[in-house]
């Protein structure tokens, strides 16, 4: 019996350190998740979305870094964005970054459009062209109803439609 | 009144009444057996060596099951959330919903199903046996109430360690989860984790743990209940361990559609 109970003492320990391993883990990741190795860019949004630390930097689909640190700049209210790219990537220094949502429902990513100077952004330099993330709910909310008043000759297609129809 | 010359027509009926008032007659012992517990647990001769032996053996030995059950519903889960969101290209909620599955329903559930199998049946084999073999009837005679020696220490350890095993599993769970969802489904670590911790309610947890510290006093009661409720020699203790699990389970089930339905509506 004393033996058995050692054994299962031991996988107890083994299953709370795991536990504690994981919380451990995910409450640093809460903070900040680039590693070190690769360089740092930034670059300056009008508008963030969901966009969070750790998401994802993509260049033709193909992830090259992750998103590092988001403020706000005090003074333009602009989104600060600091990316920590793959090193072995160089890119051309009009390179526009955009804000994609992953789906509809999802977080956000950061795509990022190569340009074709000949000089490449350093580390620590910042991507000039940017594109920020889309609020589609928004949007959604503009095409359900629309400002009606200001727009008085365009005359939607919605009602005219019905008197073709039959 | 007299009832000798009954119609062969009522015999139906007859069968029907007694296996209403056996019903009736069950749960009223159950509850009386709770509220004796209850008592015990409340007044002093406490046996505080008992208590921590019982957590020891309830709550620290049900670790490996609790973290390996979690482990793997979790990993389930987060596969099968995967595909049902990709239906509606919904994938990207997955640690969301992962977390609430896990914090309010699966942890609690899980952990309580896997200590009814091992503590409840346990319990009532060991006070089971204890009642065949006369022990308690000697304890008894040593004017040692069995409710302080034996039903309230268990009582109390099963209702303090549910919900730290609970808390242990839930967090297992979503590690199940996360490690699926980076090594399989090519998610981001990070965000994750974060998205986890962004969207989780200190409710969803705290209401979990409500409902395990209820399912941690089932467990025990059904084990204790049946144990010393035990006829009949080693056949009776096999019985009893059986309907100790059984109805555990069951009961189980039952308090959380009404605990879930009770903090829902709130």
Same mark, same amino acid.
């Given at each position: 019996?004393?033996?058995?109970?050692?054994?299962?003492?031991?996988?107890?320990?083994?299953?709370?350190?795991?536990?504690?391993?994981?919380?451990?883990?995910?409450?640093?990741?809460?903070g900040?998740?680039?590693?070190?190795?690769?360089?740092?860019?930034?670059?300056?949004?009008?508008?963030v979305?969901?966009?969070?630390?750790?998401?994802?930097?993509?260049?033709?689909?193909?992830?090259?870094?992750?998103?590092?640190?988001?403020?706000?700049?005090?003074?333009?209210?602009?989104?600060?964005?600091?990316?920590?790219?793959?090193?072995?990537?160089?890119?051309?220094?009009?390179?526009?970054?955009?804000?994609?949502?992953?789906?509809?429902?999802?977080?956000?990513?950061?795509?990022?459009e190569?340009?074709?100077?000949?000089?490449?952004?350093?580390s620590?330099?910042?991507?000039?062209?940017?594109?920020?993330?889309?609020?589609?709910?928004?949007l959604?909310?503009?095409?359900?109803?629309?400002?009606?008043?200001?727009?008085?000759?365009?005359?939607?297609?919605?009602?005219?439609?019905?008197?073709?129809?039959? | 009144? *007299?009832?000798?010359?009954?119609?062969?027509?009522?015999?139906?009926?007859?069968?029907?009444?007694?296996?209403?008032?056996?019903?009736?007659?069950?749960?009223?012992?159950?509850? %009386?057996?709770?509220?004796?517990?209850? %008592?015990?647990?409340?007044?002093?001769?406490?046996?505080?060596?008992?208590?921590?032996?019982?957590?020891?053996?309830?709550?620290y030995?049900?670790?490996?099951?609790?973290?390996?059950?979690?482990?793997?519903?979790?990993?389930?889960?987060?596969?099968? #959330?995967?595909?049902?969101?990709?239906?509606?290209?919904a994938?990207?909620?997955?640690p969301?919903?992962?977390? %609430?599955?896990?914090?309010?329903?699966l942890?609690?559930? %899980?952990?309580?199903?896997?200590?009814?199998?091992?503590?409840?049946?346990? #319990?009532?084999?060991?006070?089971?046996?204890?009642?065949?073999?006369?022990? #308690?009837?000697?304890?008894?005679?040593l004017?040692?109430?069995?409710?302080?020696?034996?039903i309230?220490?268990?009582?109390?350890?099963?209702?303090v360690?549910?919900?730290?095993?609970?808390?242990?599993? *839930?967090?297992?769970?979503?590690?199940?989860?996360w490690?699926?969802?980076?090594?399989?489904?090519?998610?981001?670590?990070?965000?994750?984790?974060?998205?986890t911790?962004?969207?989780?309610q200190?409710? *969803?947890?705290?209401?979990?743990?409500?409902?395990?510290?209820?399912?941690?006093?089932?467990?025990?009661?059904m084990?204790?209940?049946?144990?010393?409720?035990?006829?009949?020699?080693?056949?009776?203790?096999?019985?009893?361990?059986?309907?100790a699990?059984?109805?555990?389970? #069951?009961l189980?089930?039952?308090?959380?559609?009404?605990?879930?339905?009770?903090?829902?509506?709130?």
């Open positions: 019996m004393a033996k058995q109970q050692w054994a299962e003492a031991g996988v107890g320990a083994a299953v709370l350190a795991a536990a504690a391993a994981f919380l451990i883990y995910s409450l640093s990741a809460g900040s998740g680039g590693r070190a190795g690769g360089y740092d860019v930034s670059a300056k949004f009008g508008q979305g969901s966009l969070a630390p750790g998401a994802g930097v993509r260049v033709a689909g193909v992830q090259i870094g992750t998103v590092t640190k988001i403020t706000l700049d005090p003074k333009t209210f602009f989104a600060v964005v600091r990316f920590d790219l793959d090193p072995k990537v160089k890119l051309p220094s009009d390179s526009t970054a955009k804000i994609t949502s992953d789906g509809l429902l999802g977080g956000a990513h950061v795509v990022i190569p340009g074709s100077a000949a000089d490449d952004i350093k620590g330099g910042e991507i000039e062209n940017t594109q920020g993330a889309v609020d589609l709910f928004g959604i909310g503009q095409v359900l109803r629309p400002p009606a008043p200001a727009a008085g000759d365009a005359a939607p297609a919605a009602p005219a439609s019905p008197a073709k129809a039959p | 009144m *007299d009832a000798a010359p009954l119609p062969a027509a009522l015999t139906p009926f007859r069968a029907v009444g007694r296996a209403v008032l056996g019903l009736l007659i069950q749960v009223g012992s159950v509850v %009386l057996f709770a509220a004796r517990g209850v %008592l015990a647990m409340l007044k002093p001769p406490w046996f505080f060596g008992q208590f921590v032996r019982q957590l020891q053996t309830i709550g030995f049900s670790l490996p099951v609790v973290g390996l059950t979690a482990v793997f519903t979790g990993a389930a889960l987060a596969l099968n #959330i995967y595909t049902g969101g990709g239906r509606f290209n994938e990207q909620i997955m969301q919903i992962v977390a %609430l599955g896990i914090t309010r329903e942890g609690p559930v %899980l952990a309580a199903l896997m200590l009814a199998g091992r503590v409840s049946a346990a #319990i009532a084999a060991e006070i089971g046996a204890m009642r065949a073999t006369e022990q #308690i009837d000697a304890m008894q005679t004017s040692t109430d069995p409710f302080h020696y034996l309230a220490p268990r009582l109390a350890a099963a209702l360690t549910l919900p730290l095993l609970t808390m242990t599993a *839930d967090i297992i769970g979503v590690a199940g989860g490690f699926v969802a980076t090594k399989a489904l090519a998610f981001n670590p990070t965000v994750y984790v974060r998205n911790w962004d969207f989780l200190s409710w *969803d947890v705290v209401s979990g743990l409500i409902k395990a510290a209820v399912f941690g006093f089932i467990v025990a009661l084990g204790c209940y049946h144990g010393l409720n035990a006829t009949g020699g080693a056949r009776g203790v096999g019985r009893a361990t059986t309907h699990v059984v109805s555990a389970a #069951i189980i089930f039952a308090a959380d559609y009404l605990l879930t339905s009770l903090f829902t509506h709130r």
